[in-house]
């Protein structure tokens, strides 16, 4: 049912004259998250394919490595053992097809070659915006795989305290949150652990590495689960000893900032206005100029899945998007705060998906 309610959906956000939609996997590190959107299918299926046609047919085209695990009576399976059946099936498939629809922004150069070279007399027709924004409003089941990471991140944020201590390496401790993470229940990590400790808390996308834990740093972790492919993010700032004054008042702000945020979700009309909100307030303050980033994205099988917060964002806000609020203050050579959470938009209200304790802790 769920799947039928996607691919109309599907087709009727791309509302263009065309014969078939082509997702194409590539390598395991390029797996389009919209073959499992249209699909339901939870493997890897590399190199494999889904074709879906307007009346609702679904094909998937697997490796022999994979089609037994494929059970969903509404799926026709074709099974390929060489990259020539591959190229022959698609052709089979597809033979009729003069315009087929095809997802470019996860379609790698080389598959797109490949694929107007089997194809030489169709034309491919980009619909990665289409795509985007037939998966920026949830389902009751997306929602609810969803709900089941931000749950495991949240309880994985409040244990962080008792797991940080004195001289630890932040790749230690990114470690050690993955591993919690699995032990809650998690699949996979959402995407690349980020631990920050001290002056690398101002840089937003830090990559973690054996820069160790001292007295008065501030400490930033930013991390996310994966539960059945939908992913939760999630991001909390301590101070490992007592916070000074300047510390306090970042958090602060950004705390402050991150409200502002939350309230904008119910009364603003666009991502943008938004984002405007929350970057006006903290340019009011002695911190002008130092959020760097916008002020949030959206979520779901995919860690920024289509949409963002930020300037020049003309997306409307509407029931059942799943989105991220993570303003942050960044001072070089001193350190940074972020607060993030992941918050569900409902009629006239909003739902924080993500509930760790969002005051300051002193470690």
Partial sequence: MFLKRR????????????????????????????????????????QGAAIIFPDEKVHVVASQLE????????????????????????????RSSRKIGVNAEDLIYRDYIWVKKILPKAKLIDIS???????????????????KACRIASR????????????????????????????????DRAFETIVAFGKNSALPHHVSGKTR???????????????????????RTFVYGKASKLQREIYEVVKNAQQIGFDALKDCITFEEVHLAVKSYIDKTKFKGKF????????????????RLNEGSKEKLDENIVLTVEPGVYLPRVGGVRIEDDVLIKKGKIEILTNANRELIEI
């Fill in 129 to 147: 915006k289409e795509i985007s924004k037939a998966r920026l409003k949830k389902d009751e089941k997306e929602v609810k795989e969803i709900k």
């Fill in 213 to 235: 834990l001292k007295k008065g740093d501030f400490a930033l972790f930013d991390f996310g689960a994966m539960v059945n492919r939908y992913l939760s993010d999630i991001t």
């Fill in 7 to 46: 691919i109309e959906r599907l087709f009727k956000t791309v509302n263009k004259d065309i014969d078939a939609i082509l997702i194409k996997n590539s390598s395991r590190t390029h797996i389009d998250p919209s073959f499992y959107y249209v699909t339901g299918l939870n493997g890897v299926f590399e």
């Fill in 292 to 307: 760097v980033h916008g002020t949030g994205h959206t979520l779901g099988l995919a860690v920024h899945d289509g949409g």
């Fill in 156 to 187: 994985v944020a409040q244990k962080i305290p008792d797991i940080i201590h004195d001289n630890a390496t932040e790749l230690d401790i990114a470690g050690r949150i993955e591993h919690l993470m699995r032990l809650n229940g998690a699949e």
């Fill in 67 to 94: 089609a037994c695990n494929i059970k969903k009576k509404e799926i026709n399976v074709h099974v390929f053992r060489s990259k020539k059946e591959l190229e022959e099936t698609i052709r089979e498939i597809l």
